[in-house]
Nanobody, 121 residues
């Protein structure tokens, strides 16, 4: 499945953004999905992930209570609603998936271009 992340932008601290990851192909529902981010000079980190049905989610401690991951399998899309944004959320955000929920990690893969999120203070 091919993925395209979008929805990034420049926002003030405390603001909100919703990222969208659109998938091509007819097997999207077979993939657990995740959102990742990488700030300059930092390693890529897993922000949130969601199971194939959407019934199980995981959030990094740094975003828990502020970010919400969701998916619409009918639209081949996964979302990341980001509220109460902080300057430290500034990064390029990527989406990626795996048929195994436990393998939605920062392992080597084709990450694509991602979408830039910049939070000003």
């Amino acid at each position: 499945v091919q993925l395209q992340a979008s929805g990034g932008g420049l926002v003030q601290a405390g603001g909100s953004l919703r990222l969208t990851c659109a998938a091509s192909g007819r097997t999207f529902s077979l993939y657990a999905m995740g959102w990742f981010r990488q700030a300059p000079g930092e390693e890529r980190e897993l922000v949130a992930k969601i199971s194939r049905s959407g019934g199980t989610t995981y959030y990094a401690d740094s975003v828990k209570g502020r970010f919400t991951i969701s998916r619409d399998n009918a639209k081949n899309t996964v979302y990341l609603q980001m509220n109460s944004l902080k300057p430290e959320d500034t990064a390029v955000y990527y989406c990626a998936g795996d048929k195994d929920y436990t393998k939605v990690t920062t392992r080597d893969r084709d990450w694509g271009q991602g979408t830039q999120v910049t939070v000003s203070s």
